[in-house]
């Protein structure tokens, strides 16, 4: 049993490692792609990545659930999740991968902030976690002034959107079928990418696209379809405040990869900002999985 929680641990670090260094592919892919035009490849072929688990997982649903409703209801994930994707990918035109991991995760303290219009409180520990983090934001983006960056401006909407997003599958995955939520959502905010992308004046364009193809694999197929099963198959044995704590790293892997890959540098007030980003963030989860398992997070 033992041997099982490790491996469980594993399986959501290695998540959180994926979805880390995509940050990276996504700034790499802006090198020769436009935002909504890249986001919309990645999602499709992230679609495509997660057919398989359609035939390899069963899930434990009322099989009176006719398919049409979850598909149409993986739509509406699709919904949060494409602005969510939108504001991120637009935000790391200007900001780097290291603060985009830092402030997308800031999705996890809004979930409280977002569910007080249900009427749903929140615990003094989550409060601390959101001050913290807001205290670190100030100094990974606005320092020594007081007027946020407008990447970071934009990958913070993103967050908004990320929370939302999770609140929104919180209700759903319940009563559907998850895999096909999983792979409508992912198709539907590809297609609408795409077409809005295309609306906007986004060319596609076949060189770009080849040239862009490293990064596009990899925010597509490893971050959404292997990452996401990766954690699907973490959390069936880990407690979901210890695999959110886990998952968490993925601000730190971002950041890592954008020194690594892209030689990103974090001043001093960056470096103590991103974490003190942190450490309001796992302030927040522990609070708020003592209080309710959400086993459903923002899909990458």
């Known amino acids: 049993m033992k041997s099982i929680r490790i491996s469980g641990h594993f399986l959501l670090l290695s998540a959180a490692f994926i979805w880390g ?9 802006m090198e020769h792609m436009q935002p909504l035009t890249f986001n919309g490849i990645r999602f499709l072929l992230g679609a495509i990545s997660l057919l398989p688990l359609c035939f390899i997982i069963k899930p434990k649903i009322n099989r009176s659930m ?16 494409f602005f969510a994707a939108s504001f991120q990918q637009l935000g790391i035109l200007y900001t780097s991968a290291g603060n985009a991991g830092f402030i997308t995760s800031l ?10 219009a249900g009427r749903k409180r929140s615990g003094t520990q989550t409060w601390i976690g959101i001050l913290v983090s807001t205290i670190g934001l100030y100094f990974l983006s606005a320092y020594p002034g007081w007027i946020i960056q407008i990447g970071d401006l934009l990958v ?5 959107f990320w929370a939302l997003h999770l609140i929104v599958l ?3 995955s319940p009563g559907y079928d998850f895999r096909l939520l999983a792979v409508s959502q992912y198709a539907f905010t590809g297609i609408l990418s795409l077409g809005i992308g295309l609306l906007l004046g986004e060319t596609i364009n076949q060189p770009n696209i080849i040239a862009a193809i490293g990064p596009l694999l990899y925010a597509g197929i490893a971050s959404v379809g292997v ?4 954690q699907l198959m973490g959390q069936r044995t880990v407690r979901a405040d210890h695999a959110a704590l886990i998952l968490s790293l993925e601000a730190v892997f971002a950041a890592f990869g954008g020194w690594l890959i892209l030689s990103e540098k974090l001043s001093l007030p ?8 942190l450490t309001g963030v796992v302030v ?8 309710k398992s959400v086993k459903n997070r923002p899909l990458k």
């Open 21 to 29: 260094f995509a940050f990276v592919a996504q700034r790499q892919g």
């Open 66 to 81: 006719p398919v049409r409703k979850s598909l149409l209801m993986g739509m509406l994930a699709g919904v949060p999740l």
């Open 107 to 116: 999705y996890i303290v809004f979930v409280p902030l977002l569910s007080l």
């Open 156 to 160: 913070l909407i993103s967050a908004v």
């Open 170 to 172: 919180s209700y759903l």
């Open 227 to 230: 990452g996401y099963t990766l």
């Open 270 to 277: 960056g470096i103590a900002g991103s974490l003190l980003m």
């Open 284 to 291: 927040a989860q522990v609070s708020l999985f003592r209080k």
